[in-house]
């Protein structure tokens, strides 16, 4: 399986999920590492311009990076089915602490992949990589910068 993550370039050859650990995120409270990519490369960049709504530019230290799951980790993925998401999931910020206990639960698990609805893009879907089962089943393939087309500029509010 393959998927992809737009991030930060100093996080990019990392695998640890430290990144998301700071501030906490929609699926990982603070403290617990997380890793969040999506089933498309369209998909991860609406991800990300759908949380720099503060920002006046897209950062320029943006890349795409590639991931490779090993098929036989697949047969652990967990895809909840839509009744079974904790209520709030798709809330906006400030995000609702059920839904980051649901995302430490995934993590202390044995699943090495969590598959779900992506909030920005409905029937598409976002993976949580589980950074303590990631050595040796998810490798880095690629990475690569990304400049975001000045056309989005439109959809970045100025402060």
């Known amino acids: 399986m393959i998927l992809y993550r737009l991030g930060g370039t100093e996080y990019a050859d990392k695998l640890d999920g430290l990144g998301a650990a700071k501030k906490g995120q929609r699926w990982n409270?603070?403290?617990v590492p997380m890793l969040y990519a999506s089933e498309h490369r369209s998909l991860s960049f609406c991800e990300v311009l759908a949380h720099f709504s503060e920002m006046s530019?897209?950062?320029s230290n943006y890349e795409?990076?590639?991931y490779?799951?090993?098929d036989a980790a697949l047969a652990t993925m967990r895809t909840p089915d839509g009744m079974d998401l904790p209520a709030g999931w798709n809330n906006p910020k400030p995000y609702?602490?059920?839904v980051q206990e649901y995302g430490r639960e995934f993590y202390n698990s044995d699943a090495l992949l969590l598959r779900l609805p992506s909030v920005v893009v409905p029937h598409e879907w976002n993976y949580?990589?589980?950074p303590r089962h990631a050595p040796g089943k998810v490798r880095i393939l690629d990475r690569e910068p990304f400049d975001v087309d000045k056309r989005f500029?439109?959809?970045i509010p100025k402060p």
Request: no cysteine.
């Open 96 to 98: 609702v602490s059920a």
């Open 64 to 66: 795409f990076i590639t």
């Open 57 to 59: 530019v897209f950062p």
């Open 29 to 31: 409270p603070i403290n």
């Open 128 to 130: 949580l990589i589980n």
């Open 153 to 155: 500029d439109i959809f």
């Open 68 to 70: 490779e799951v090993d």
